[in-house]
């Protein structure tokens, strides 16, 4: 079965400096898509970053970018320049190309110190 | 944003009686989603919907029901709360499972 792991239960990160979230996975599929969301204080889930597993490019949305690493099953988000507004719970998900299932991994909540 | 709205936002019910949890879209997505989210779990699928009247089961189906009577609505239904459903519930949509999955503001359930 399919599984998602976030090994850093808690991270933090002074401003504007940079922070890494790790995230493998487990999965014996060639075609998926990988996901990184945020939850903020407020509970609203917000997607952060999507990667296709067929793309070899990492994803990057401004300070956003991700390190995919396919042999090693490895999805880690790097954040840049850390603001007070990135303060959330992060988690990793993973779908399989042509199923309706996603998996989350338990989430990395990142603090951000002034 | 995404239109999509959960209702009610909280609630307070007792173990044994039956409870219902309404998602609502705007965006007309075919696909919609019932997660719930405990502390040291993250979010696990309860059941999905691939349109309407068609829905299928996640990893945490047991003691829950759906229905989708319109490509809008999707009802997620607690038939005999138990307090081990305690938890917050989210909705989520999505015009193709592959993309992103937008999700609604959550209910916050507590069975007592």
New interface residues.
Partial sequence: AQTVT?SQPEMSVQEAETVTLSCTYDTSESDY?L?WYKQPPS?????VI?Q?AYKQQNATENRFSVNFQKAAKSFSLKISDSQLGDAAMY?C?Y?S?G????I????TRLKVLA | DAGITQSPRHKVTETGTPVTLRCHQTENHRYMYWYRQDPGHGLRLIHYSYGVKDTDKGEVSDGYSVSRSKTEDFLLTLESATSSQTSVYFCAISSDPAETQYFGPGTRLLVL
């Fill in positions: 976030q898509y996901f509970r609203q889930m917000i997607l999507r296709e988690f998900a779908i190309s199923t309706y299932k996603y989350f991994g338990t989430g």
